[in-house]
C-alpha cells in the first residue's frame, strides 16, 4: 500500500464539505472522499481503525446522511493490502479469487472472481460500486484497473 502522505488528492469544495459533516457526525477521520456516478453517488475511505469502529452503526448512519446530501453513500476501510481492501470493499459480495496480473503497458490489473449471481452487486446499479473501488485501488495500491469476473 502507499504510504498516505505519498497519496496525493485534492477535493472538491463539495467533498470537502462532506467530509466534514461526514467526520463531525461519526468522530471517524475521513482519509478520502471521491464523488462518482455523474455526481449521484460519494465515497469515504477511511483508516481501518475507524471504519471498524462505526460500521456496526453504519447503515443507520449512512441511510440518514444519504438523505441529508441527496446522494448515494458508501463507506470503505483502508487495509494494508489489495487482496483485503478489495474483499472487505466489496463485501457482503464472496469473493471467490484475487488475481494481480501485469498489463501489457506494466500496470497492474486485478481481476476478482466472484459467483455469477453476486456480479450485479459487485458491480453496481449503472457500475457505481465498481468506479468508486476501481479509483480508490489506483490511488493507494497503484492498480491502473479492477475488473470483476
Known amino acids: 500500500m502507499s504510504n498516505k502522505s505519498e497519496v496525493k488528492t485534492s477535493w472538491s469544495n463539495q467533498e470537502l464539505s462532506y467530509i466534514g459533516f461526514f467526520e463531525n457526525a461519526t468522530g471517524a477521520r475521513v482519509v478520502d472522499c471521491l464523488i462518482t456516478n455523474n455526481d449521484k453517488t460519494v465515497f469515504f475511505l477511511l483508516d481501518h481503525e475507524d471504519f471498524e469502529r462505526i460500521k456496526q452503526g453504519c447503515k443507520i448512519l449512512l441511510q440518514h446522511f444519504s438523505k441529508k446530501i441527496g446522494k448515494e453513500v458508501h463507506v470503505i476501510g483502508l487495509h494494508g493490502d489489495i487482496e483485503t481492501f478489495l474483499r472487505r470493499a466489496l463485501y457482503p459480495v464472496k469473493v471467490l479469487n484475487i488475481q494481480v496480473e501485469n498489463n501489457a ?44 469476473r
Open 105 to 148: 503497458k506494466g500496470g497492474k490489473v486485478v481481476y476478482v472472481t466472484v459467483s455469477d449471481a453476486d456480479k450485479g452487486k459487485a458491480i453496481g446499479k449503472n457500475g457505481f460500486r465498481i468506479q468508486g473501488i476501481r479509483e480508490i485501488a489506483r490511488r493507494y495500491f497503484g492498480v491502473s484497473d479492477v475488473k470483476i
